[in-house]
């Protein structure tokens, strides 16, 4: 005898992660906000910065983008803006992925002239590299209708995004509560800063498909 029977996971897993999302959601959204104003000073205040003064063009385009992905970002996530106002959330989703587009493209051109030479380059070309990536992915998978991994693509995406949340926590910590020398400190955050945040978006699309109830 064969049976084909929805099988829901307990009760107590979905509000585990129900509270785990939500208090992700708010993290996500306060960090993000909190970064993007810091980082418009590029646009307010002249730089102190000799590096980053010779390529002044190039971070603004790349922050600009970086600060409209960080803005908008977090509201994709929304449930109830998706249910009510879905053609709000198309809107700022086209908003998102220009931003994204922008500051991926101006991020690589950074990533060719960062500081403390090629392990940094080849780390932020990366980062650059898979955001652009990942948000091309999540672009072409809503416009065939896919809806499941265009939400994929965007979580990975938005991981990416978040980079320069990590990167502004991780680099105080080694220089001033580790001691470590401004060398090794941005070399290692050049990897730091996405890498963990990759994992973690994996683990969450993971955590989400097997909280769906599967068919037996």
């Known amino acids: 005898m064969s049976q084909m029977a929805g099988v829901s ?47 002044l063009l190039a971070l603004r385009f790349h922050v600009a983008g970086g600060i409209g992905a960080l803005v908008v970002g977090p509201w994709q996530f929304s449930q109830r803006l998706r249910a009510r106002a879905p053609n709000v959330h198309r809107w700022l989703g086209r ?13 690589f051109a950074m990533a060719t002239v960062s500081e403390e030479g090629p392990a940094t380059h080849f780390g ?17 998978r809503i416009r065939q209708g896919d809806i499941d991994a265009h939400r994929r693509w965007m979580t990975r995406n938005f ?32 990897w730091l800063c996405w890498i963990p ?6 683990w969450l699309i993971a955590r989400r ?8």
């Open 124 to 140: 932020f070309a990366m980062l650059a590299a898979l955001w652009f990536f990942t948000g091309l992915q999540a672009y072409r």
């Open 9 to 55: 996971p307990p009760q107590g897993t979905l509000a585990k992660a129900s509270r785990l999302t939500g208090f992700l959601r708010w993290a996500m959204l306060l960090s993000s906000l909190g970064v993007a104003f810091y980082a418009a000073r590029y646009f307010i205040l002249p730089t102190q910065d000799a590096h980053f003064a010779r390529y």
């Open 159 to 190: 991981a990416l995004s978040l980079a320069a949340v990590t990167l502004r926590n991780e680099l105080p910590l080694m220089l001033f509560a580790l001691h470590w020398s401004f060398h090794i400190s941005y070399i290692i955050i050049s």
């Open 95 to 107: 908003f998102y992925l220009l931003s994204v587009a922008l500051g991926s493209l101006a991020g």
């Open 197 to 202: 945040n990759l994992l973690l978006a994996e």
């Open 209 to 216: 498909i097997r909280a769906l109830p599967q068919a037996t």
